[in-house]
């Protein structure tokens, strides 16, 4: 078999990458090429750990297995097939997660000195797609949620705001939703910002699986953004580091994109994680809309029993309808724990090691768990058996000294780029207050920046570092990981 079989027109039931690498791996083929562990023979700890099926089917690219960086075969075809499923003109298939697709986009559209314009709760491979592109940013403070002590979406007057006192804004770059499931008014804003010619592009790392449930929120290409970057792997349900970039081609230079692409791609882009786009695609065609029925009905039944916890609540659609919270992924249950006093960092670590339950993320106050493809009624109960224990044990604790949260609102002095190529120097944490951050600083997930290359250092700031420190946090991409001390811009 080689690419010329599928040159038949193909429909959204095929699965032309995923077929065609099974296919090949079943063949006899003898392989003089890499990758070497040649199959199945090479490694064998390899077949016994990863199955022999997957070590059969990690190839390389090879004119009759088509090639990522100029597509013209099987690739393509389910490339096109992936275009198709998110209504838009054109996707690419990205290897490095949704890093390489948002940097990407970035590069191909923010010039250096261009302004963009974004909230701050961006995920911190857009202040290192600025730092690669030096494009300048212009930060709109996201609505932030006292109670949940977290930032939520943006609201449309403030970008109304921002767009009308710069008028040489190039792009808007928006979450859809955020890592917590809030999604912003985006078809309001995609409508101002076409009339102000602002491209849009979209970080919809957490919504891939949008398009394919009415009862979820709308999806960026629907509402016709220029861009949006898909974690398939996320809540699409490919491979790990599985994303993709989709592209509306009326205002984009597509060639552009495709020669960014393949400047952040390897040239051994994997066949196992782009065949699992194809394979995740497949699945959301034929079962997205059962399964996500599925998923939701689970959601709603997990936040009734969960809301019914004392001190402990659930975010849902009565707390939707807002600015910032347009609309709610109801897949995503951002679990809220202050009212029992102790931080959602604990809890996370309580319902791992007591209870083998592994949730998304941790925070000061909530616990995110997400409700996915595969995901049980089974699981739920586990779940909400665990909350019912935690609430029991904790409900009398001592308030937390830092029961009220504010949202943190660094100022930038210089560009991320600047900031990058500048002189630093290394300070004790307590003597850096208004000196320009040299670093990220950020817990992760969800690698949030608290603050980033170019902003001012704040007490309050340093407060809330010192916060999720005392916290156990998992604090990263800082030089010092005690955080004792910090890099800053030298002055001159
Ligand atoms: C909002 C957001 N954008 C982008 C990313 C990057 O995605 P990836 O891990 O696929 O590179 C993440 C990762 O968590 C994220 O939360």
């Known amino acids: 078999m080689n690419i010329e079989n599928y040159s038949v027109e193909l429909n959204e039931y095929d699965m032309p990458l995923l077929q065609g690498l099974k296919d090949y791996s079943d063949r006899h083929i003898a392989c003089f090429d890499v990758p070497g562990h040649v199959k199945n023979r090479g490694v064998k700890v390899l077949n016994e750990f990863l199955g022999e099926n997957l070590m059969k089917m ?54 250096p000195k261009d302004k963009i314009l974004l909230p701050r709760n961006i995920h911190k491979s857009v202040i290192n797609a600025l730092i690669l592109s030096g494009g300048e940013p212009v930060y709109i403070q996201p609505e932030f949620d006292e109670c949940l002590g977290i930032s939520l979406n943006v609201s449309y007057l403030s970008v109304k705001n921002e767009l009308e006192k710069n008028s040489d804004i190039k792009a808007i770059f928006l979450l859809n939703p955020t890592y917590y499931g809030a999604c912003c008014d985006l078809e309001k804003i995609i409508d101002l910002c076409k009339k102000h010619s602002v491209l849009v592009l979209v970080d919809e790392a957490h919504g891939a699986h949008f398009p394919f449930h009415d009862d979820l929120p709308p999806s960026a290409m629907k509402l016709e953004a220029d861009m949006a970057a898909v974690s398939m792997h996320k809540t699409g349900g490919a491979l790990t580091q599985a994303s993709a970039l989709l592209v509306n081609e009326e205002n984009i230079d597509v060639e552009k994109v495709s020669q960014t692409l393949n400047m952040l791609q390897s040239t051994s882009a994997s066949y196992l994680l782009m065949s699992s786009i194809d394979g995740a695609r497949y699945n959301l065609i034929n079962n997205g809309r059962s399964q996500l029925s599925k998923v939701l009905n689970i959601s709603k039944y997990a936040k009734y029993r969960i809301n019914k916890i004392p001190g402990i609540k659930v975010i849902g659609h009565n707390n ?7 609309f709610l992924d109801e897949t995503k249950l951002c679990i809220n724990v202050k009212d029992l006093n ?17 949730v998304e993320l941790g925070d000061l106050h909530n616990v995110l768990a997400l409700i996915s493809l595969g995901t049980t009624k089974g699981d739920v109960d586990r779940l909400i058996n665990a909350l019912e224990i935690i609430s029991k044990k904790y409900k009398n604790s001592a308030v937390l000294e830092f029961s009220s949260l504010k949202p943190i609102n660094p100022t930038v002095k210089i560009s991320p780029r600047d900031a990058y ?16 951050c040299g670093e990220n600083i950020m817990a ?8 980033s290359p170019g902003e001012i250092i704040t007490k309050e700031i340093l407060d809330y570092i010192k916060i999720l420190k005392n916290s156990n946090a998992y604090l990263t991409d800082m030089h010092d990981k005690e955080l004792n001390t910090i890099l800053v811009i030298k002055e001159r």
């Open 342 to 358: 102790v931080t959602g960092f604990k809890v996370y670590d309580i319902l791992y090691q007591n209870f083998d339950i592994q």
């Open 421 to 436: 190529y500048s002189e630093k120097e290394i300070l004790n944490i307590d003597n850096s207050i208004n000196r320009i």
């Open 444 to 451: 992760y997930p969800p690698g949030i920046p608290i603050i």
């Open 58 to 111: 990690d190839i390389n690219s090879s004119p009759y297995m088509d090639n990522v960086s100029k597509p013209n075969g099987i690739i393509k075809k389910a490339q096109d097939l992936l275009a198709k499923a998110y209504d838009c003109d054109k996707a690419f298939f990205v290897t490095n997660g949704t890093t390489q697709a948002i940097q990407a986009m970035i590069l191909s559209i923010i010039n």
């Open 320 to 326: 939707c309808g807002r600015e910032g919270l347009n």
